[in-house]
């Protein structure tokens, strides 16, 4: 059994120190050849893509790689569909031999053993070991048999092993794509400055979020939206990209909130198709006629809490942006003159939060813009998303807060 | 709990339950899109849905979707409160006609009410 193991642990040194599964086998299948007195060996491998197996490694007076056979052909393919151990001690008498291949090689094939190279059930591949020299009536006894088996079995390990190596590089470099995607997100979350009437945070559940804010000063007016895209992961960001996009676009047009939301409605419904939707709330501060106007598309319900503590919930007046056509689509407006009030715009991620196991609703952010109404806008902001942070306030999901004050406009 | 598919004959009957979200209807999705073009009817049963996100009623507006490309039909046959809150908040209920609202499951996630107490929060 030495010999085995050393023909095994050749090859999965040689794996190890190249990283190459063929290279490991052109230095070990030698070896096995001669060590079992054989004249040729190969090794195909099973391409599911094309349904063939592929000659990757030989040894022996013809160079046969490169060369195809399909799944169910031949010897090679017999083994592969069938998974079991395959001794052929006069190929005159196999229907499957493949003569054409002797034919084009000049190769005589007299007799062959052929084995799977499977990993949990799992076909790889085969190896095949040709024309064995001896005057044993038993062409191949139990032990070499062994010896082949355990090179396959090092062979499907270090396949096995090759795959997963594989599968971490593509991983990673999955993972560099998000990490990347991620850092142009942030860069297109911006930075509210102070005075403008509104302050705004996100707090994203992994490392993409589906949610986003953003704002445009056209002359006199501060558009801000708050949005929150169905799904998650890149296909969200890249909806809220183009969101974002359609927003400033419409907004430097000096548009009117539902113009905004019409038009953005438009562009998704034409461009999504594929049951992915925004939900949004657009306000527009206009700082020469003192008027907030609003749009809520979709966007839950919206809390507008007044300095005496009366508040009311702005109700969502059309279906999420990107559903419906233009013909279904009528969002509304509502107008508030600047005043003593707070409008608190959150998503999901903080309307579905959960204290002590029972979700929050409108009751709790009512309670927690309450508790912040004589803090500053900024305060206010840091405070309720401090409740997420610190886990005071569970949450699954992406959370996102605008909080618009027309009295800290400076 | 789980989201599942079942044809028979033209009709896809589509059983939403527990928690549909982002990591329950993966496959869902994938099965509704590959459902044979024989199919001509296309049902919805939401009943004993506890949560649903934005990716539970992405996967209803594709159902929705996917039948109106074939010239099937649809129904909403029943929704559980829940579902059928988040269906109003967003104004979706312009979008699907609902047949039913089914009576408050036991397994709805409890929700605060005016009456809840909130200092643990500050």
Known sequence: MAIEL?????????????GDVINALDSALPKLVDHVGCEA?????????????VCQSCVGPVDIRGIRVPFGAGVVGRVFESQAVDTVESVESDKDHQRSVDESSGFVTRNLLTLPVTF?????????LLNRSTDAADVFPAPFIQVAKALASGLALGYHSAQITDQVRENDALLRDVELAGTVQEALTPTIPEGLGFAAGILPYKQLSGDFYDYLEVGSKVYV??????????????????AQVLFRTFA????????????????????????????????????ESRVVTCVNAGHGEVLKLEGSGESMHIQSSSPPLGIVGMSDFQPAEDVFPFGDWRLWIVTDGISEAELNGAEIGMDGIRAIAGRYKDLSLQEALDSALNLIRSKKLATRDDATLVIVDTQAIQ | MSNTIEVSGQTAQITLSGSVDINTTGELRNAIQAVPTSVKSFVINASDVSYIDSSGVAVMLLVK??????????????????VMKVLELAKLD???????????????????GPSTDFSDLF
């Open chain 1, 6 to 18: 050393d023909i095994v642990a050749e090859f999965l040194e040689a794996y190890g120190q190249s």
């Open chain 1, 41 to 53: 060996g190969s090794f195909f491998f099973g391409d599911s893509a094309s349904s063939e197996l």
């Open chain 1, 120 to 128: 949990k059930k799992s076909a790889i591949g085969v190896i095949q």
């Open chain 1, 225 to 242: 939206i708050e949005g929150d895209v169905s799904g998650k992961g890149v296909a969200a960001s890249l909806t809220m990209a183009q």
């Open chain 1, 252 to 287: 430097r047009a000096n548009r009117t909130c539902q113009e905004i939301a019409l038009l953005m409605n438009s562009e998704l419904y034409r461009d999504l198709g594929v049951s992915r939707f925004v939900t949004a709330f657009i306000a527009c501060i206009d700082r």
């Open chain 2, 65 to 82: 979707q996917v039948a109106e490309r074939s010239s099937s039909s649809f129904a909403i046959t029943s929704v559980s409160p829940m």
């Open chain 2, 94 to 112: 312009q979008v699907f006609k609902i047949q039913s609202v089914a009576s408050e499951g036991g397994e709805n996630k409890p929700a605060a």
